[in-house]
């Protein structure tokens, strides 16, 4: 029933979306809980270079620079997709795509050389100026860190190991899957800088990204919840006639639809300035309403919902990771420099 959501895709990102769910089935689907469960798992990498395959880790950069120069909203689609297996695969796969957008906008295009010759995996930190470790997916595995300044723009590309950062990997509780690290920036000599429209279109891709991935656990939970709820029977009869199951149902169908509108339209927008507050709107909204998604799900498989034979409980924690990456809700309504407050 959510095949429609790329009906307004144009013939280049139809293609993109379908390859993507083909990849979806084909491969995600089998292993999604094993790369949650295990993140360490060899089925990671395999899918990964998979991935790359079909376009999924260049998807934004333009095809004159060795990207696949695809659209946006093409992109987000595609995200979405495949989050509707594994949420955190798809934010690794996320941060590599900002990574060379954030490089291609900056005027970065040796480093975007060295990068797409040595095929390895890019990992994107916002550097907030906090001086405290910021969430990144992929960081753990990544060969180099691209690190966008918050404040000024300035763009940074380093080795993994480099003394300008200080990784520490982990085992969070959500987006497990996207063999994250936590990373403080300690100091960093600049490869470029973004202006005021290049830094808000970096981000607003970013949030945009997140947004579509919160989409994907959405439409996950509100299936598994819905199938669930046809095939349990309590009281003699099915729990999805039972009319607070229902309301349930049609509340997550609901927000899904206006989830989904709100990135469709955010990210046809070209005016940078209404482009960031826009994106900031939309993965706020989208980040809220997976995390009610998934809530409900669980209460409606009941003691089920708990346990990781459903799937529920992964969507959960994964959905709460990503309410506060990149920014937490309240950092959303921060300034950035040079753009008008939201």
């Known amino acids: 029933m959510f095949e429609a959501f790329d009906s307004i895709l144009d013939e280049e990102g139809r293609l993109l979306v379908e390859t993507v769910r083909e990849f979806r089935h084909k491969r995600i689907d089998e292993i999604a809980r094993k790369i949650d469960e295990d993140p360490q798992a060899d089925e990671w990498k395999v899918s990964w270079h998979e991935a790359e395959e079909i376009g999924l ?149 970013l949030l945009l990204g997140v947004a579509s991935i919160a989409l994907g656990i959405s439409i996950n939970a509100f299936e598994k919840a819905h199938s669930y709820a046809s095939q349990r029977y309590q009281g003699g009869d099915i729990i999805i006639r039972h009319e607070q199951i229902r309301l349930m149902l049609a509340e997550m169908l609901c927000g899904i639809e206006n989830v989904r509108a709100s990135i469709s339209s955010a990210s046809c927008v070209t005016e940078h300035h209404q482009m960031l507050t826009i994106s900031r709107a939309a993965k706020v909204f989208a980040c809220e309403h997976a995390v009610k998604c998934a809530t409900d799900g669980v209460q409606i498989h009941g003691g089920y919902g708990y346990m990781r034979d459903y799937g529920m409980e992964v969507l959960m924690r994964d959905a709460k990771y990503l309410q506060v990456y990149p920014f937490t809700p309240s950092e959303e309504l921060l300034t950035v420099p040079g753009l008008p407050e939201a």
Do not use: Y
């Open 57 to 205: 880790l260049r998807a934004l950069l333009g095809e004159e620079k060795g990207g696949e120069g695809i659209s946006l909203p093409s992109l987000c689609h595609a995200l979405c997709e495949l989050a509707r297996s594994q949420a955190g695969f798809t934010a690794a796969l996320l941060s590599n795509n900002i990574s060379l957008l954030a490089l291609s906008c900056a005027g970065c295009n040796d480093e975007i050389k060295r990068a797409l010759e040595s095929k390895g995996i890019l990992a994107f930190v916002l550097d907030k100026e906090q001086d405290i470790p910021v969430f990144s997916p992929g960081a753990s595995v990544s060969e180099f860190i691209v690190v966008l300044s918050f404040e000024d723009g300035k763009v940074g590309f380093l080795e993994s190991n480099s003394g300008s950062i200080e990784r520490s990997a982990g085992e969070p509780m959500g987006l497990r899957a996207s063999r994250p690290a936590w990373i403080r920036v300690c100091d960093f000599a600049p490869s470029g800088k973004l202006g005021e429209e290049e830094l808000a279109r970096v981000l607003s891709a």
